[in-house]
Protein backbone atom coordinates (compact mmCIF):
# COMPACT_ATOMS: atom_id res chain seq x y z
CA UNK A 1 0.00 0.00 0.00
CA UNK A 2 1.68 3.23 -1.35
CA UNK A 3 -0.82 5.18 0.67
CA UNK A 4 -0.84 7.75 3.28
CA UNK A 5 -0.49 6.19 6.70
CA UNK A 6 -0.81 6.85 10.15
CA UNK A 7 -0.38 5.15 13.39
CA UNK A 8 -2.32 4.42 16.01
CA UNK A 9 -5.59 4.63 14.76
CA UNK A 10 -7.44 4.55 17.66
CA UNK A 11 -5.81 5.95 20.71
CA UNK A 12 -7.84 6.28 24.56
CA UNK A 13 -5.78 8.45 26.90
CA UNK A 14 -6.44 9.73 30.29
CA UNK A 15 -6.69 13.57 30.54
CA UNK A 16 -3.29 15.13 31.26
CA UNK A 17 -0.97 12.93 29.07
CA UNK A 18 0.86 13.44 26.25
CA UNK A 19 0.28 11.22 22.66
CA UNK A 20 2.33 11.01 19.36
CA UNK A 21 1.11 10.23 16.75
CA UNK A 22 3.10 9.71 13.33
CA UNK A 23 2.00 10.22 9.68
CA UNK A 24 3.99 8.12 6.85
CA UNK A 25 3.16 10.58 3.42
CA UNK A 26 3.44 9.06 -0.05
CA UNK A 27 7.56 8.85 -0.76
CA UNK A 28 7.65 11.06 -3.36
CA UNK A 29 5.30 13.95 -1.85
CA UNK A 30 7.23 17.07 -0.37
CA UNK A 31 4.47 18.51 1.26
CA UNK A 32 2.80 16.75 4.33
CA UNK A 33 -0.04 18.47 6.28
CA UNK A 34 -2.14 17.63 9.22
CA UNK A 35 -5.85 18.52 10.35
CA UNK A 36 -8.27 17.55 13.21
CA UNK A 37 -11.99 16.64 12.36
CA UNK A 38 -14.50 16.62 15.03
CA UNK A 39 -17.95 14.58 14.85
CA UNK A 40 -20.12 16.64 12.13
CA UNK A 41 -17.26 19.18 11.11
CA UNK A 42 -15.27 18.98 8.10
CA UNK A 43 -11.68 19.12 8.76
CA UNK A 44 -9.91 21.95 10.31
CA UNK A 45 -6.12 22.68 8.97
CA UNK A 46 -3.38 22.58 12.01
CA UNK A 47 -0.23 23.18 10.58
CA UNK A 48 1.91 21.75 7.20
CA UNK A 49 5.61 20.87 6.36
CA UNK A 50 7.20 21.75 2.99
CA UNK A 51 10.18 19.05 3.57
CA UNK A 52 10.66 19.41 6.62
CA UNK A 53 10.26 23.46 7.00
CA UNK A 54 7.03 24.07 8.71
CA UNK A 55 5.73 26.42 7.13
CA UNK A 56 2.39 27.59 9.04
CA UNK A 57 0.74 26.56 12.02
CA UNK A 58 -3.30 27.23 13.04
CA UNK A 59 -4.14 29.25 15.58
CA UNK A 60 -6.01 26.01 16.65
CA UNK A 61 -2.42 24.80 17.39
CA UNK A 62 -2.15 25.70 21.05
CA UNK A 63 1.46 25.46 22.81
CA UNK A 64 0.61 22.12 23.53
CA UNK A 65 0.54 20.93 20.30
CA UNK A 66 3.34 20.40 18.51
CA UNK A 67 4.81 18.89 15.05
CA UNK A 68 7.90 17.66 13.65
CA UNK A 69 9.52 16.43 10.35
CA UNK A 70 12.68 15.79 11.13
CA UNK A 71 14.49 14.51 7.81
CA UNK A 72 11.40 15.83 5.21
CA UNK A 73 9.63 11.94 5.43
CA UNK A 74 7.64 10.76 8.00
CA UNK A 75 5.80 13.58 10.74
CA UNK A 76 4.63 13.65 14.40
CA UNK A 77 2.34 15.74 16.20
CA UNK A 78 2.52 15.39 20.05
CA UNK A 79 -0.36 16.63 22.24
CA UNK A 80 1.17 17.57 25.83
CA UNK A 81 -1.04 17.53 28.46
CA UNK A 82 -4.21 15.95 26.81
CA UNK A 83 -7.64 17.69 27.35
CA UNK A 84 -11.36 16.60 26.88
CA UNK A 85 -11.72 18.86 23.81
CA UNK A 86 -8.58 17.40 22.05
CA UNK A 87 -10.93 14.40 21.53
CA UNK A 88 -11.19 14.45 17.74
CA UNK A 89 -9.90 12.86 14.42
CA UNK A 90 -6.60 13.96 13.62
CA UNK A 91 -5.83 13.46 9.38
CA UNK A 92 -2.67 13.71 8.13
CA UNK A 93 -2.38 14.73 3.88
CA UNK A 94 0.56 14.71 1.70
CA UNK A 95 0.67 16.39 -1.74
CA UNK A 96 3.91 16.62 -4.35
CA UNK A 97 3.08 20.34 -4.76
CA UNK A 98 1.53 23.50 -2.90
CA UNK A 99 -1.89 23.30 -5.28
CA UNK A 100 -2.02 19.75 -6.26
CA UNK A 101 -4.34 17.44 -4.56
CA UNK A 102 -3.81 16.42 -1.31
CA UNK A 103 -3.96 12.43 -0.49
CA UNK A 104 -5.46 11.48 3.01
CA UNK A 105 -5.03 9.10 5.49
CA UNK A 106 -7.30 6.96 7.31
CA UNK A 107 -7.00 9.34 10.64
CA UNK A 108 -5.94 9.05 14.02
CA UNK A 109 -8.88 9.11 17.08
CA UNK A 110 -8.04 10.47 19.89
CA UNK A 111 -10.71 9.99 22.83
CA UNK A 112 -9.74 12.07 25.55
CA UNK A 113 -11.29 10.34 29.17
CA UNK B 1 -15.59 33.44 9.62
CA UNK B 2 -16.30 30.24 7.82
CA UNK B 3 -15.05 30.79 3.92
CA UNK B 4 -16.64 27.61 2.41
CA UNK B 5 -20.71 27.21 3.35
CA UNK B 6 -22.44 23.64 2.36
CA UNK B 7 -25.70 24.52 3.81
CA UNK B 8 -27.45 21.33 2.92
CA UNK B 9 -26.49 19.09 5.98
CA UNK B 10 -28.52 16.10 4.67
CA UNK B 11 -29.49 14.83 1.27
CA UNK B 12 -31.33 11.78 1.28
CA UNK B 13 -32.53 10.27 -2.15
CA UNK B 14 -33.26 7.16 -3.66
CA UNK B 15 -31.34 5.17 -5.83
CA UNK B 16 -31.11 6.02 -9.59
CA UNK B 17 -32.58 10.08 -8.60
CA UNK B 18 -29.35 12.78 -9.44
CA UNK B 19 -28.75 14.89 -6.51
CA UNK B 20 -26.89 18.11 -6.58
CA UNK B 21 -24.41 19.71 -3.28
CA UNK B 22 -24.31 23.28 -2.97
CA UNK B 23 -20.98 25.03 -1.70
CA UNK B 24 -20.69 29.12 -1.59
CA UNK B 25 -17.21 30.34 -1.27
CA UNK B 26 -15.87 33.68 -0.28
CA UNK B 27 -12.33 34.83 -1.20
CA UNK B 28 -10.76 38.17 -2.05
CA UNK B 29 -8.21 36.42 -4.22
CA UNK B 30 -8.53 36.56 -7.55
CA UNK B 31 -6.25 33.30 -7.82
CA UNK B 32 -8.07 30.15 -6.05
CA UNK B 33 -8.40 26.57 -5.85
CA UNK B 34 -11.67 24.82 -5.30
CA UNK B 35 -12.00 21.05 -4.15
CA UNK B 36 -14.32 18.36 -4.05
CA UNK B 37 -13.64 15.27 -1.56
CA UNK B 38 -15.39 12.53 -0.48
CA UNK B 39 -15.70 10.92 2.97
CA UNK B 40 -17.49 7.59 2.77
CA UNK B 41 -18.43 5.64 6.07
CA UNK B 42 -15.16 4.23 6.16
CA UNK B 43 -13.61 7.68 7.29
CA UNK B 44 -10.98 8.17 4.66
CA UNK B 45 -11.11 11.38 2.92
CA UNK B 46 -10.98 10.31 -1.41
CA UNK B 47 -10.05 13.57 -3.44
CA UNK B 48 -12.84 14.28 -6.14
CA UNK B 49 -11.60 17.05 -8.44
CA UNK B 50 -9.37 20.29 -8.01
CA UNK B 51 -10.77 23.51 -9.98
CA UNK B 52 -8.60 27.17 -10.40
CA UNK B 53 -10.24 29.89 -10.64
CA UNK B 54 -9.62 30.65 -13.42
CA UNK B 55 -11.11 27.77 -15.30
CA UNK B 56 -14.81 28.05 -15.21
CA UNK B 57 -15.09 25.00 -17.64
CA UNK B 58 -17.79 22.87 -16.40
CA UNK B 59 -16.47 19.33 -15.78
CA UNK B 60 -18.08 16.50 -16.46
CA UNK B 61 -16.44 12.57 -14.48
CA UNK B 62 -18.87 9.65 -15.19
CA UNK B 63 -21.82 10.20 -13.14
CA UNK B 64 -20.31 12.92 -11.44
CA UNK B 65 -20.00 16.62 -12.54
CA UNK B 66 -18.96 20.16 -11.60
CA UNK B 67 -20.88 23.20 -12.01
CA UNK B 68 -18.23 26.42 -11.26
CA UNK B 69 -19.96 29.98 -11.28
CA UNK B 70 -17.88 32.63 -9.97
CA UNK B 71 -20.23 35.37 -10.45
CA UNK B 72 -21.75 33.57 -7.79
CA UNK B 73 -18.88 32.42 -5.72
CA UNK B 74 -20.54 28.84 -6.26
CA UNK B 75 -19.20 25.29 -6.72
CA UNK B 76 -21.99 22.39 -6.80
CA UNK B 77 -21.37 18.99 -7.05
CA UNK B 78 -24.09 16.80 -9.08
CA UNK B 79 -24.24 12.95 -8.95
CA UNK B 80 -26.29 11.55 -11.78
CA UNK B 81 -28.32 8.44 -11.31
CA UNK B 82 -27.09 8.31 -7.57
CA UNK B 83 -26.15 4.46 -6.21
CA UNK B 84 -26.29 3.14 -2.88
CA UNK B 85 -22.19 3.23 -3.08
CA UNK B 86 -23.12 7.16 -3.03
CA UNK B 87 -23.51 7.03 0.58
CA UNK B 88 -21.12 9.49 1.85
CA UNK B 89 -20.11 13.18 3.45
CA UNK B 90 -19.32 15.04 0.43
CA UNK B 91 -16.60 18.26 1.54
CA UNK B 92 -16.07 21.40 -0.48
CA UNK B 93 -12.81 23.33 0.13
CA UNK B 94 -11.42 26.52 -0.93
CA UNK B 95 -7.23 27.26 -1.07
CA UNK B 96 -6.11 30.75 -1.28
CA UNK B 97 -3.57 32.38 -2.58
CA UNK B 98 -1.69 33.79 0.42
CA UNK B 99 -2.11 30.13 2.21
CA UNK B 100 -1.20 27.75 -0.74
CA UNK B 101 -1.71 24.16 0.03
CA UNK B 102 -4.38 24.78 3.41
CA UNK B 103 -7.47 23.49 2.43
CA UNK B 104 -10.60 25.01 3.83
CA UNK B 105 -13.55 23.20 4.46
CA UNK B 106 -16.91 23.76 4.45
CA UNK B 107 -19.21 21.73 7.40
CA UNK B 108 -19.94 18.86 4.81
CA UNK B 109 -23.52 17.05 3.58
CA UNK B 110 -24.28 13.85 4.03
CA UNK B 111 -25.63 12.00 1.32
CA UNK B 112 -28.02 9.25 2.02
CA UNK B 113 -29.09 6.58 -0.90
CA UNK B 114 -31.36 4.24 -0.50
CA UNK B 115 -32.14 1.52 -2.60
Known amino acids: DTGVSQDPRHKITKRGQNVTFRCDPISEHNRLYWYRQTLGQGPEFLTY????????KSRLLSDRFSAERPKGSFSTLEIQRTEQGDSAMYLCASSSGRNNEQFFGPGTRLTVL | AQKVTQAQTEISVVEKEDVTLDCVYE???????LFWYKQPPSGELVFLIR??????QNEISGRYSWNFQKSTSSFNFTITASQVVDSAVYFCALSEEDSWGKLQFGAGTQVVVTP
Open chain 2, 27 to 33: TRDTTYY
Open chain 1, 49 to 56: FQNEAQLE
Open chain 2, 51 to 56: RNSFDE
